[in-house]
Every structure is written in structure tokens, then in C-alpha cells.
């Protein structure tokens, strides 16, 4: 199947609002930048619909859905919404499209889910909320679209599912949903003492469930270790009819929430690869917070998804692109370096390899070898 994107203009004209960290463009940036590519021929480009309230309800309740439309009818929630669906929070606020933007990156991971039926490889970069509740929103996400991704491959025939996430954050709400799940393989990487605070190195499902906390100025070279002492050992072991990779961009260096220090190489060469473990392949976006590190790099995996060449220095039409994008608010917007105009591809940041991290990757691959196999 001819790789798709799926993306909306929802994304272009909304904003958590002026303070918040999601103020700033990111899948808006990855169409144009795309396009100027000439990487996205109108082929291959999707609209994302917007999932029907109960469409949600195969994991959110039926009460947090309408109440998360009724914030966005009337602009306010009151205390007893705030308290027990977490909404008209500091993290999870108040804006005019709360309710369609969300439910737009969740009818596109239900989509996917029909879309992958048969195989393909599939580009949402508006997904990857991988912190939504059940019946709350959570950690800037009010709807959970990688939990519905993973119930939407279901539904439509695939069994074996594994889950990668290598966002800075932990996936609570994925892990929430199926670290009990047989059929689901798990493997989270994510900053230590980072928020929300879960996902320890010892935390784990019925065995399936993979977590591994890192630690602060975390490099390419160590992260080429995890990936090929934990992630591909684990993924090639599980052997999945589908892979679904959460491939958050704020654990690069110049993300202002994390304090990881990846290029966008360490994203690029696990994305490169996971895709041929697999016949079905969703990729997610996630976390990410500098407009230009995140632009790249989403757009940089596109290219390797949809088995584009990254060349060395960007065309104009796509440097106009980079140039345009401001950080208000931000010290690292004031003085951007060149090459986040001029490059999609970082220059790898590898050094040496700490023996904690290593040490970390020994304690779970002892446990890849007891995983089932398929069958």
C-alpha cells in the first residue's frame, strides 16, 4: 500500500492558548514543510475526520465525552467538571476547539485502524496522546487516540500489537489501558523523574510491558544501545502483524520540556528500523515543543516512512517554511541557530555510553527471552 499522512487544518488555526507549551505549530508545520519537499502528493495526503462522540466511547465514558463537548460549547467548566474529568486545568484548559481538535487526532488513529487492515504505513502526526484517561484528561491530552488506535486495529482483525514509545514522557495512559493485554507488547522509554512519574524500570504488566527510565543529557549513542538491546529484540521477538511507534519530539536537545539531549537521528534510525518488523505500521506524534525541532523531525520521519531521501540542505520553498515559524515566550527562539532553517537532519550527538544506562537495558533484556512467541 502507498504510504499515507493524515492531517487537518484543525491544527493550524487552534492553540491551547498563548502560555501554554502546545502554543506552538506542529502539524501545520509538517504539511507545508512536507509539501515544499514535494514529499506529499495530494495522493497521499488524508484528512483527518473527526471521530463521533460515540466512536470515543469504546475506551473515554460516555459522561467525560459530553462533558468534554460542553466545555467547549460554553467556554468554561465548573469546579465539579475541573475536579473530576480534569479539564479547565493549567495543563488541560479551556480553548474553542477542545473537544474538535482532539477528537479530529482520534478519528484519525480510528481511521488508521481501517486503513491498515490489509498493510500499509500510515503518518498521523497529529496523534500520539498518549496521556488521556478513561474518564479524564491527562497531561495535555483529552482524548487518548493512541489507546484508540490500538482498539481500532483490533476491531478490524489484528491480533498482535506491539506499542513503541520513545517520547520523554511516559505512557501512562497506554500502559493504563494494556499493560494486562496478552496480545500487546509495550516498551516505553522515557526521562527519568520526568512527569507523570510512573513507568520505574521495574514496572511491568503480565511480563509484556517494557519501561525504561533514562537519564538526563541522554545521547545517540545510548540511545542506539536501548534501541538495539531492548526495542528490537523485544519487538522482533513479540513478532507483531502491526507496529505502532509514538515518536515524541521533546526528547531532543532542544526541546524545552525534557532534558534528554537526542538528535533527531536516534527518532529516524528507530523508526528505519522498526518498519520492516512488521506488516502494518501507524506513526504517531506526541510530545514535542520547539517548533523547528519538532517540525523537522516529523517531517524528517515521513521522509523515512514513505522512503523519501533527506537531502543535505533544504530547498528554498522548504527553508521559507522553517523561517516563518516563531517561539514567543521562549529564550530558545530568540537567537535560533541556521541550521534549524536550513537542515531537517541534526548532527548526531553521540558520546560515551554510562553504565547505569546499560546496566538498565541488561535488567529488562533478561526478560525478553521469556516473552511468548506469536503462536
Known sequence: MTPLLLGSEIYR???????????????????????????LPPERFRSSPR????????????????ALQAAEAEGTVDDATRARHGLGTNANPVFPEMYRRPATGAGASLLAGELLRDGGRIHSPGGGT????????????????????????????????????IDAHHMDGVEHAFADDPDMLLVSTHEERRWPFTGALGDRGI????????????????????RD?????????????????????????????????LSNNAHFDTL???????????????????????????????AVLAGREIPER?????????????????????????????????????GAVRSDVTDRIAHLAARIGAMPRAG
Open 272 to 302: 528505519a528500523a522498526l518498519l520492516p518488523l512488521a506488516p502494518r505500521f501507524l506513526l504517531l506524534g506526541g510530545g514535542g515543543y520547539n517548533p523547528w525541532s519538532v517540525g523537522r523531525l516529523w517531517s524528517g520521519a515521513w
Open 314 to 350: 533544504l530547498p528554498p520553498a522548504a527553508e521559507a517554511v522553517l523561517r516563518g515559524l516563531t517561539f514567543e515566550g521562549n529564550s530558545r527562539g530568540k537567537n535560533p541557530p541556521g541550521h534549524w532553517f536550513t537542515t531537517i537532519r541534526d548532527t548526531p550527538r553521540e
Open 229 to 261: 538491546g531492548l526495542i528490537l529484540p523485544a519487538v522482533e521477538r513479540f513478532a507483531p502483524d502491526a507496529i505502532v511507534l509514538q515518536c515524541g519530539a521533546d526528547a531532543v536537545e532542544e526541546d524545552p520540556l525534557s532534558r534528554l539531549t
Open 13 to 39: 488555526g487552534s492553540s491551547y492558548g498563548s502560555w501554554h507549551p502546545l502554543r506552538v505549530p506542529r502539524v501545520s508545520t509538517v504539511l507545508d514543510l512536507t509539501r515544499a519537499m514535494g514529499w
Open 51 to 66: 471521530a463521533k462522540p460515540a466512536a470515543l466511547t469504546i475506551w473515554h465514558t460516555p459522561d467525560y465525552v459530553a
Open 207 to 226: 511480563g509484556q510491558t517494557f519501561n525504561l527510565p533514562l537519564p538526563r543529557g541522554l545521547n545517540d549513542s545510548e540511545f542506539a544501545r536501548v
Open 130 to 165: 498518549h496521556h488521556g484517561m478513561p474518564d479524564r484528561a491527562n497531561g495535555f491530552c483529552y482524548l487518548n487516540d493512541a489507546v484508540l488506535a490500538l482498539l481500532s486495529l483490533r476491531r478490524n482483525g489484528v491480533q498482535r500489537i506491539a506499542y513503541v514509545d
